[in-house]
């Protein structure tokens, strides 16, 4: 059973990826459309399709580095969610389990002590499994807002 601030810290994750509000990961991405998926703006590089696998492909890395065994690489297929990634559906299920596999870690922390315990990072930097937390919700609301643009340029409905 998470400790109270584990508990908070949690909730916030879950609001930031899937929340009901339309600033969450998934509550815009609800809004994409097929056509929309691997569309480029004029000028753009980037895809949501290319945003996704990049917040997915986070999600596996924080994971894999900061409480699994640091087997993953930035090159990994999974990583990379090769296979994933072909329709919307797809990547929304492999988006949602890397989520799961993040947010069971952290809901295994044994008491809020473990906040501040340093944990590795793909870059090989020590930082605290706070910083983690905080920098993985971050990154979904980053991308979210990302995510809206583009799709809000695709569908001419930018205000």
């Known amino acids: 059973m998470p400790t109270q601030l584990i508990g908070q810290l949690l ?8 929340g009901p509000d339309w600033h969450s990961l998934t509550g815009n991405l609800r809004a994409v459309t097929e056509d929309d998926w691997r569309w480029v703006p004029p000028g753009g590089r980037r895809s949501i399709r290319d945003i996704v696998q990049h917040v997915g492909g986070a ?13 993953l690489d930035w090159e990994s297929p999974l990583v990379l969610g090769e296979g994933q990634l072909g329709s919307l559906a797809d990547a929304l299920q492999w988006l949602r389990e890397g ?9 295994a922390l044994e008491d809020d002590a473990e906040l501040s315990r340093p944990r590795p990072h793909h870059s090989r930097q020590g930082v605290t499994t706070q910083w983690i937390i905080l920098v993985m919700l971050q990154h979904d609301l980053y991308h979210a807002g990302e995510i809206n643009h ?6 001419g409905d930018d205000e």
């Open 59 to 71: 999600k596996y890395m924080y994971h894999s580095n900061a409480f699994g065994n640091g087997s």
């Open 99 to 107: 989520h799961a596999r993040l947010r069971s870690a952290i809901a």
């Open 150 to 155: 583009i799709r809000a340029l695709r569908q």
């Open 11 to 18: 909730a916030l994750l879950d609001a930031g990826f899937d």
